[in-house]
């Protein structure tokens, strides 16, 4: 009886020297081949031997690898041709120039909203589903990407991956260090009518601008209460929720927002980097010296909507205010 022979295939790994056997059976089953494990292993490893410098995140091309570390020079060679508006990714820039051009390709089944990107698309739809899959286990606040999440981690570890190399001052995301970079190479190209301040981006401007029309677009669901920015209605709405995620490692006590934190830090190391143009006092916050520059100004912006008395701070009204309150009451 003629002995049955097995015919195997040779499939090269990485390497022309490296081979492993799989028979026709074996290689036709489940359309899958079977080499152990251990073999696999290396495979996947080798797959990977690209690696970041900076964080040791491994990728299976060099052109994955190239694009990433763009996060940590924070470099940016696609630029759109009608704003200069510049991009680590050629994706991100096709996105952006339908911004121009008004495109919206992608529509949302449920109210028929239409977005220029499929991540701006996904992340509305997050709001008929209101799934939040995303949660941060150090304050259990939840987010609808891992994008997201991975950001506002950053508040509680204080990780800055995104450094200047001009000065070499770290930044937590991408965008604030973009607008950092424009510091140096002298691009502070949008401009305030009223005052002459000028900004590296249109949306800081826009921002700043609203402290000359009052205008308060941001809200607060809670109690009504509105703010110029954005960041400022974050701040507070962490009131309501009683979040606190900034603590300070020297007594531990915890604030709403990072600005406060820093301010109260001086406390501990005694700064008082704000000094007042007219007499030198120093001050730990900004908001000290506008307060204090009221003694040489003689400035009484709080006035009494009852009697038209001035007063130099809020505070100074609210008690003569009580004083209205008490006669009314009385009479």
Do not use: W
């Amino acid at each position: 009886m003629k002995r049955k022979t097995r015919n195997f295939k040779h499939k090269a790994v990485k390497d022309s020297k490296t081979f492993i056997e799989v028979s026709d059976q074996e290689s036709e089953k489940d359309g899958s081949q079977c080499y152990d494990s251990a073999t696999h292993d290396r495979v996947q490893a080798e797959k990977r031997q690209y690696v970041c410098s900076e964080c040791g995140k491994a990728f299976s091309q060099s052109a994955n690898l190239t694009v990433h570390e763009r996060i940590h020079t924070g470099e940016k060679p696609y630029k759109c041709k009608e704003c200069g508006k510049a991009f680590s990714h050629s994706s991100n820039l096709v996105v952006h120039r339908r911004i121009h051009t008004g495109l919206k390709p992608y529509t949302c089944s449920e109210c028929g909203k239409s977005f220029s990107g499929k991540s701006h698309l996904i992340r509305h739809q997050g709001i008929h589903s209101g799934e939040k899959t995303f949660e941060c286990k150090e304050c259990g606040k939840a987010f609808s990407r891992s994008s997201g999440l991975i950001s506002h981690h950053r508040v509680h570890t204080g990780e800055k991956p995104y450094t200047c190399i001009e000065c070499g001052k770290a930044f937590s995301r991408s965008s604030n260090l973009t607008q950092h970079q424009r510091m140096h190479k002298g691009k502070k190209i949008y401009k305030c009518k009223e005052c002459g301040k000028t900004c590296g981006s249109n949306t800081k401007i826009m921002d700043h601008q609203r402290i000359h029309t009052g205008e308060k677009p941001y809200e607060c669901d809670e109690c009504g209460k509105a703010f110029i920015l954005r960041k400022t209605l974050n701040e507070h709405q962490r009131l309501h929720r009683r979040e606190k995620p900034y603590k300070c490692n020297e007594c531990g006590k915890a604030f709403t927002s990072n600005r406060n934190l820093i301010d109260h830090q001086r406390v501990h190391t005694g700064e008082k980097p704000y000094k007042c143009n007219e007499c030198g006092k120093t001050f730990r916050q900004t908001s000290q010296v506008i307060l204090h520059l009221r003694t040489h100004t003689k400035e009484k912006p709080y006035k009494c909507s009852e009697c038209g008395k001035a007063y130099r701070y809020s505070s100074q009204l609210i008690q003569h205010q009580r004083k209205h309150n008490e006669e009314k009451e009385t009479l």
